[in-house]
């Protein structure tokens, strides 16, 4: 399978997400510039964590209106896997690819700490490894990650089986409902703050993150199988 890791201005888990791929998971994978225009030849896309353009005007506000997210929503539409974590959430969001959108912490302060997460939903492409109620141990970073919808929304969620992942123990950051992590209704884009490509080895104190690369690498290897 082979991996796209989108880099944007001020990107700065680019490096940790292709680490986790290639020397963890032990697929292909490659950094694309923003402003590539083709990802066809990509099975998965990843949009990393980060400070995209700075973070002016709104997390990820700018960064949806880089070129290569035509190519990003078309890939999602296209039902090929696409996995934004915390800006990379932010700029889904921004894309209109998930619904919502993100607030400042209710502290108002940066928070950065391993947190316990619920997988709520395991029959996901990026949780099918997973137990359901599974609680796992993933770092967050970010300041702005106060996920808000409206109540319709939220309602569509919890009927679609859309939340992915809650806060297993206390909230961090006052995200509505607890979430930590949601899908689209295709169940093939995932936005999650938590940071899994952070957690994908014991010697980062937590390898609780892999499952949910391996899990992406199974659903793809099960839908590409090839019959005589």
């Known amino acids: 399978m082979k991996f796209a890791v989108i880099v944007f201005p001020g990107s700065n ?56 997210m035509e190519q990003v929503i078309k890939a999602a539409n296209e039902g090929k896997p696409v996995l934004g974590v915390c800006n990379g959430f932010q700029i889904l969001l921004e894309a209109g690819l998930l619904p919502g959108a993100m607030r400042r912490n209710e502290s108002l302060h940066f928070i950065c700490r391993n947190v316990s997460l619920k997988v709520e939903n395991n029959k996901t492409m990026f949780t099918n490894l997973y137990e359901e109620n599974e609680v796992i141990t993933i770092p967050i970073a970010h300041g702005e990650g106060n996920y808000y919808c409206d109540e319709e929304t939220l309602q569509k969620l919890k009927e679609n089986n859309q939340i992915a992942f809650t806060y297993g123990g206390t909230n961090p950051n006052g995200s509505l409902a607890d979430i ?11 936005g999650m703050m938590p940071h899994p490509e952070r957690a994908v080895d014991a010697l980062l104190g937590s390898a609780d993150g892999l499952k949910l690369f391996k899990s992406i690498v199974k659903h793809w290897r099960e839908s590409n199988v090839v019959t005589a």
């Open 13 to 68: 888990c680019d490096v940790d997400m292709y680490h986790a791929i290639k020397d963890e998971l032990g697929e292909e994978v490659e950094y694309v510039w923003h402003t590539e225009t083709d990802l066809s030849s990509y099975d998965g896309i990843l949009l990393p964590g980060g400070f995209s353009y700075g973070d002016y005007l709104r997390t990820g506000a700018i960064a949806r209106f880089s070129n290569v």
């Open 180 to 190: 930590a992590g949601i899908t689209n209704e295709r169940g093939n884009v995932l």
